[in-house]
């Protein structure tokens, strides 16, 4: 069994599986991940599959990461899978190690302190890449963890993976990266947003979930300056959580702001509160 960790807490030499179902939340844990690496001085390569390299790229930039700068300095590298799952030689534990082992020496040969990679497994979902491709690459990312100069998360959506394929990849990796939740089920999820940062919120939320909300915006008054609560996955709040935010909002000392992204449904709601009132509040809606 994998152990469970935020991604904040993801260390060198690291194995990590990253199974997902809201993609929004994908991104953030990839680019806390991708901004730890620029900042202890690792070359990072983002293997993409699901999202074209642009899209990823302009993700980063979005969630506060200056993408393009490193880039351009060799730093980052965001670049299509095939990359990747297609090196010479053909897709054998072998082969794909000798191209990850090589991408680690290069780094270091340019003056990094190691390598992180970013791994996007969606390609394993079409028809054409077999099971015995997707257990080479983990099998020789595995190997090249003993190296504390390489750390990798291997990303699952777990929309397009069937279970068993789920089960491999929570026992093939010593460590699973999820963010930090407050309240998780069936019709709610709240949970930490890394970039910007502040708090996620997803699904229906009412007066009986006050407490972890509660708990939420209090790390977040703590851990953050600006706060941002990420409402674009909630269909529904009402009145009293609604009334918590906006009062949250108003406690905030002349400077510091609270940005609440959400949808003109959950936006009335706020407004019926008088949001409008708190001038540390901004609301706007979703890219």
């Not at 194995?15 to 993609?23: A, E, Q």
């Not at 390569?45 to 302009?58: H, K, M, N, W, Y």
């Not at 999820?178 to 709240?190: E, P």
Request: with cysteine; net charge negative.
């Amino acid at each position: 069994m994998s152990d469970a960790v935020t991604v904040d807490a993801v260390a060198a030499g690291d194995h990590v599986c990253l199974t997902f179902s809201d993609p929004d939340e994908r991104l953030d844990i990839v680019a806390e991940f991708v901004a730890e690496g620029l900042d202890r001085r690792h070359k990072v390569l983002c293997f993409t599959d699901s999202i074209a390299p642009q899209r990823l790229t302009e993700e980063l930039t979005w969630r506060g990461i200056a993408a393009a700068g490193a880039v351009d300095g060799g730093q980052l590298d965001v670049t299509d899978g095939q990359r990747l799952w297609m090196p010479d030689g053909g897709a054998t534990v072998a082969a794909i190690r000798d191209t990850l082992a090589r991408e680690i020496e290069r780094a270091c040969d340019e003056g990094f302190a190691g390598l992180r990679v970013t791994a996007d497994m969606w390609w394993a979902t079409r028809p054409a890449p077999s099971g015995a491709k997707l257990r080479a690459f983990e099998a020789a990312a595995a190997g090249l963890c003993t190296d504390n100069r390489f750390t990798v998360i291997c990303q699952y959506d777990r929309d397009g993976f069937d279970p068993v394929t789920l089960a491999f990849a929570a026992e093939a990796h010593p460590k699973t990266v999820a963010a930090a939740a407050y309240h998780d089920d069936a019709v709610l999820r709240i949970c930490r947003q890394h970039r910007p940062a502040g708090v996620r919120i997803a699904g229906e939320l009412d007066y009986t979930r006050l407490e972890p909300l509660q708990q939420a915006l209090a790390e977040a008054l703590r851990l953050d300056s600006d706060i941002h609560i990420n409402l674009a996955g909630l269909q529904f709040v009402d009145v009293t959580a609604a009334a918590m935010i906006a009062r949250t909002a108003q406690s905030l000392p002349a400077g510091r702001y609270m940005i609440v992204t959400c949808e003109a449904a959950v936006a009335d709601t706020f407004a019926l509160v008088g949001a409008a009132e708190a001038d540390q509040l901004r609301m706007q809606p979703p890219r």
